[in-house]
């Protein structure tokens, strides 16, 4: 006679964070004896067990605040989940780069780098994948052109105003902003994106859905409250999902930057891998929407994430450069300004019809090629 064992719902859910309390314990751990493990950067197989350690704590609780994040997004419809998605992703991302700077590294291109491979791997590995794939699946895709375009209307700009103007002025440091400069720059870029997210958010709302989408939002709204439960209850449980990635953000970036001086390799590649951590889930997430044929969630997420990285992550580190009178490298070098801005263009010609195929993947595909090659032999 065999026997089932049952599981009742509250172990069910208790079982499902336990990467809250793995990171809450990770968290007082490293707050105890975390400065210690880390003082002598010789003891690499002593670095190499914290590093796995802290960067499987650090990936299950990204992966629990995505779901948490789906799980609101399903209940609030979009583009409010997306939004809720995105800011989760951009807090974790600033905090990585905001630790190391607090910490006092010594590489003022960090946030530079990390803001470049975002923008690479959403816009061109994430986008090239999601229409590919989409197309493979269903041969061609239908989403809002004109959320797409309200998108590339305010990144465009401050793309080049952030990562490409700073290049054009004489200073101490090449590529960095004067006082004023990064003063106003900041407080330009916070006011445009605020415009843009009461647009998304409450008078163009229907920009970022299709038709259908937005038809069915109500019986989905539904079905998810009763799938996954109270938004308060899913509000609460990401925000303390989130606390371990912040509080660990100082530990992992800092290994993360000793790591690459150690092993003398290109500074970028440090950008790079922060930004795939953070991005991992978030991508996951995009790249099934395309699968379901839900491209117009797939493009909130990429594009949201791009916008959001400039938007966000440039006025704070900004901020804390002047704060700990750091200076910040943000200007790109000539051959990455020439990447972006033909990831911008390719842009503009993927998102200019109502449907898009595989051919636009494969072409955002070799862009992001072409930047992972970079990084290794610029």
Known sequence: ???????????????????????VLTLGLFLVYGHAWLADPTQLIQRAVLFVWLLATITGCIFGVVRHADA???????????????????????????????????????????????????????????????GLLHVQ????LEGARAYL???????????????????????????WQATLFSIATLVL?????????????GFFALPEMAEDAA?????????????ARHA?????????????????????EQGIHTFHMPTALGGAL????????????????????????SINLCLGSALSTVALTVPTVLIIGLATHQSITLGLGDENIILLMLTLMVSMLTFSGARTNVLHGAVHLLLFFSFIVLIFDP
Request: hydrophobic letters at 55%; glycine letters at 6%.
């Open 141 to 144: 895709q239908e989403y809002n």
């Open 219 to 231: 019986d989905e709204a539904d079905e998810a409250l009763a799938t996954h439960g109270s938004v």
């Open 72 to 134: 609101l997004s399903e209940l609030l419809g979009e583009p409010l989940g997306t939004l809720i998605l995105t800011g989760s992703v951009i807090t974790i991302e600033v905090s990585l780069i905001a630790a190391v700077m607090f910490e006092g590294a010594t590489d003022p291109t960090l946030a530079r780098d990390t803001m470049f491979a975002v923008i690479m791997i959403m816009m061109n590995g994430m986008v090239g994948l999601c229409l590919l794939s989409g």
């Open 193 to 205: 994106y605020a415009i843009f997210v009461a647009l998304q958010t409450m008078r163009h709302r």
């Open 236 to 256: 609460v449980l990401l925000i303390l999902t989130m606390l371990p990635v912040v509080g660990l953000a100082e530990y992992l970036a800092v290994m993360v």
């Open 1 to 23: 006679m065999q026997y089932r064992v049952i599981q009742s719902p509250s172990d069910a859910r208790l079982r499902s964070e336990t990467p809250v309390i793995v990171g």
């Open 274 to 297: 922060i930004a795939a951590l953070i991005l991992a889930p978030e991508g996951i997430t995009a790249l099934k929407a395309a699968l379901a044929n839900k491209l117009q969630r």
């Open 153 to 179: 209307a305010v990144l465009i700009p401050l793309s080049a105003i952030a990562l490409i103007l700073p290049r054009s002025r004489s200073s101490a440091v090449e590529g960095s902003l004067s006082y």
